[in-house]
């Protein structure tokens, strides 16, 4: 049972009209839920039969949502388009629009180019996350806590602190400002343990009980001196560690934990939002008459949705379809991580060096049936054809480095795996995980080189039109643009090694996130994790390759771009290589990758620049005459995907303009 309770409307972008669309309303309110625990639609949301329950057994929660809408629904598409936001906040405008990032978006500008609203689409969020806090208009999803017969619940959690400056001598126990924290059970620290270590593999260095202890440290300006005053006062909520949180160290505090959130409500919750706005008729659903719903998450939210569709979620009730079409993005091979006790969803799925125990990579990883040679087990996310969306999953080099995007479509052993007939699946050719469409010039954060700058919200825009054609009229997407074993471009890191120019000064990678097999105790199926898992087999452990993932990445051309998948136009006419990782720099974890940023390594741009420096990439100059050849290529390169349908008539202009002037200032180019 669901009922929207809408606090505040008003119009959006000013009344501005959107073509054929017209204007345009935001929506603003609480979505209100009352479920039975009991019954077999969620019964596998963890501890959920542990929640309070009003008289007639019903569990309650409740959901912020916000909707954007024609205001004449007949000049509408009668599509609604879900943006899961990630960690609560929207994210459809920015990157489908091109638009800057708001959580409130209300004004013309935060309409971006308009596309989704020039497409007719009614745009809905709602929070599925119940670890986030309230503020900067963050999504919030209030779900009950779990007890035993009313006494509280405990367990032991494990949490990663891992600062990028120094500084830092208190952090709240989720490790993130913006998300909720399980309180500790005893403020005693020898009933907890405190270590820190230089890389995920390493033997931690416990710090002793007496050197932190769980507390709150303020900073204000004090009453009675006028000048800076410090406080340290006892919170179940927070660490203190007054020697301080030095950068290049991951920091892990294993604790005692009470009243874990019943995290799973998040699945119910969108499912039943949407199913309300797509089937029901009556006077409460503010957008009546909807005929198709498409979903779209991105890296954390992507991960959500592919878990969301394994776990049948799909199927509202009555056993109706509930999204038309799925978009995973930027996913890799994640999926399982946020149903279980204690869960807190804001973490990142493993990476290199931050999370990497975690389990939000466990099979199955892909969406067609295969079996895990390390188990036997046989399974796929895919598998139940009455309710299963279409689906296009996409992913770029990033996801193929740090996220072992090739599981996605291969199986467990590396070999190439027949993908469903409703599943597409696109590798964008050379990006990196997290792509500002309004980048403004070149940037360094703690890795070696510049952050990877290829543009490609283009490619979003014509996959929702291919999308919304496949799911209407059955009209056939672009097939899908993968690296392959068949096709040699799906290699092994030896080969990729020797495919990868020796560009001078720039340091690679010594192998693809490795994907550690890990035994979270006899209850896991339960939704009760053993912390710290026992690692099986990791990274530097030698042992049968029965035990082992085949994690793989897409192979290079001389300049050090990959082959395969969907070029974008400054992939296809390159003034620099762009990768999928970029190592950290010396104090940050040196050597290892930086979460999921790419690199951009610029070309020379002279042929005497490229002699004196020894670069085996050809120069700038040598690639193009000048920069009005540049942009000749460019546009080239970007009316070849029109012809593919991999991009809209509409982005030529938008590539070509921005390709003026050597592409300034995306581009570090001083010609």
């Not at 503010?286 to 799909?314: M, V």
Request: glycine fraction near 10%; charged fraction near 20%; proline fraction near 8%.
């Amino acid at each position: 049972m669901i009922a929207l309770r809408i606090d505040d409307r008003r119009p959006f972008a000013g009344g501005h009209t959107f073509g054929d669309s017209g204007a345009y309303e935001r929506l603003s309110g609480r979505a209100l839920f009352a479920i039975d625990p009991l019954d077999p639609a969620q019964v596998d949301v963890v501890d959920l039969t542990l929640a309070p329950r009003d008289a007639a057994g019903l569990v309650h929660f409740a959901a912020d949502f916000t909707i954007l809408c024609p205001v004449d629904p007949a000049r509408g598409n009668r599509r609604v388009f879900y943006d899961y936001g990630n960690r609560g906040h929207k994210r459809a405008l920015q990157f489908f629009n091109d638009a800057p990032a708001s959580n409130a978006p209300l004004t013309l500008a935060q309409a971006g180019n308009g596309f989704l609203m020039r497409r007719g689409y009614s745009v809905a969020w709602l929070a599925w996350e119940g670890d986030m806090l309230p503020g900067d208009d963050r999504m919030v999803l209030d779900v009950p806590v779990a007890t035993d017969n009313g006494a509280a619940i405990t367990g032991r959690i494990r949490v990663e602190f891992i600062p990028d400056s120094p500084g830092a001598v208190c952090q709240p126990l989720s490790g993130r400002v913006a998300a909720h924290s399980y309180r500790t059970a005893s403020m005693d620290t020898r009933d907890a343990v405190f270590t820190r270590r230089r890389y995920p593999y390493d033997t931690p260095e416990t710090i002793p009980s007496d050197r932190w202890s769980f507390a709150l440290a303020t900073l204000g300006a004090g009453a009675e001196t006028k000048q800076a005053e410090f406080a340290v006062a006892p919170s179940d909520w927070h660490i203190y560690y007054p020697d301080g949180f030095d950068p290049g160290w991951i920091y892990e505090l294993l604790y005692t934990a009470k009243d874990p959130k019943i995290m799973g409500l998040g699945h119910v919750a969108v499912r039943d939002f949407i199913d309300f706005l797509k089937y029901d008729r009556s006077a409460g659903n503010p957008l009546l008459g909807i005929e198709k719903a498409y979903a779209w998450g991105r890296s954390q939210t992507g991960r959500c949705l592919r878990d969301f569709i394994y776990r049948g979620y799909n199927a509202g009730p009555g056993g109706r379809r509930v999204f038309d079409g799925a978009m995973p993005h930027v996913a890799g091979a994640g999926r399982k991580w946020m149903n279980h006790r204690f869960s807190n969803p804001i973490v990142s799925g493993g990476q290199q060096y931050e999370d990497h125990f975690n389990i939000a990579d466990s099979f199955p990883f892909a969406y067609a049936m295969s079996t895990d040679h390390s188990t036997g087990k046989r399974d796929g996310i895919l598998k139940r054809p009455d309710t299963d969306p279409l689906v296009f999953h996409t992913q770029t080099a990033t996801e193929y480095w740090v996220r072992r995007g090739s599981l996605a479509h291969t199986d467990t052993q590396g070999n190439d795996l027949p993908q469903p007939d409703n599943v597409r699946l696109y590798c964008w050719s050379s990006s990196q995980h997290s792509a500002d469409p309004l980048l403004r010039a070149p940037a360094f954060g703690i890795g070696q080189n510049y952050s990877n700058n290829v543009a490609t919200s283009m490619f979003f825009r014509a996959m929702l039109d291919a999308m919304d054609g496949w799911a209407t009229d059955g009209t056939e997407p672009p097939a899908s643009r993968i690296p392959s074993r068949a096709a040699g471009t799906l290699v092994e890191y030896a080969g990729w090694k020797g495919q990868f120019p020796a560009i001078p000064g720039i340091a690679t990678p010594t192998e693809p996130n490795p994907l550690p097999l890990l035994d979270f105790g006899p209850d896991v199926e339960r939704g009760i994790l053993r912390e710290p898992p026992v690692i099986v087999h990791g990274k530097n452990e030698p042992g049968s390759p029965a035990m082992t993932y085949t994690v793989l990445v897409p192979s290079v051309d001389a300049d050090g771009n990959d082959i395969p998948g969907v070029r974008a136009p400054m992939v296809a006419a390159p003034l620099g290589t762009y990768t999928g990782w970029n190592l950290r720099s010396r104090g940050h974890g040196h050597g290892v990758q930086w979460r999921f940023e790419g690199s951009y390594i610029p070309f020379p741009e002279t042929i005497s620049e490229r002699t004196i420096v020894g670069d085996p990439r050809l120069s700038i100059l040598e690639r193009y005459q000048n920069k009005t050849a540049y942009r000749t290529a460019i546009v080239a390169a970007a009316r070849k995907l029109v012809t593919e349908r991999l991009m809209l008539e509409e982005d030529v202009d938008r590539c070509a303009d921005a390709a003026a002037d050597w592409g300034r200032p995306r581009h570090a180019v001083a010609l």
